[in-house]
């Protein structure tokens, strides 16, 4: 069973967008990452670099004819660490839902009384 963990380094929300897009896919193209992300290119690239440091995401450079193409994907480490992540989201979200208390007056919270 995998144990929750928040990660700060994941939850940054274009990191979080990041590794989100690259859980649902094999290997992800640089361009496909930066267009359906909305980010430019060294905004990405930072992103990725970021995440490739501390061992979450793998980058392959290659040619394609003359032209170089970046992909990228999570590494069990990433994948793991993002799930992990999604739990511990879960269980704040949880918790804060079995907080939440029905109101103690009869006047319902959205109607307003003259």
């Known amino acids: 069973m995998t144990t929750p963990e928040f990660d ?3 939850h940054a ?15 992800a193209d640089f361009a496909v990452l930066r ?9 990405l690239s930072k992103q990725l670099t970021t995440l490739a440091d ?9 040619f394609v004819g003359k032209r170089p193409r970046t992909s990228a994907r999570l590494t069990a480490e990433g994948r ?16 804060a839902g079995a907080s939440l208390v029905a109101p103690t007056s ?8 003259r």
């Open 80 to 95: 793991g660490a993002f799930e992990r992540h999604v739990l511990a989201l879960q269980e704040i979200v949880n918790g």
């Open 35 to 43: 267009d359906s992300l909305s980010l430019s290119d060294s905004a």
């Open 54 to 62: 501390v061992g979450y995401v793998e980058i392959r450079k290659a």
């Open 106 to 113: 009869a006047t319902p919270p959205d109607t307003v009384t």
């Open 8 to 10: 700060e380094l994941i």
């Open 13 to 27: 929300p274009t990191r979080l967008s990041l590794v989100a897009f690259l859980a649902a896919t094999a290997w």
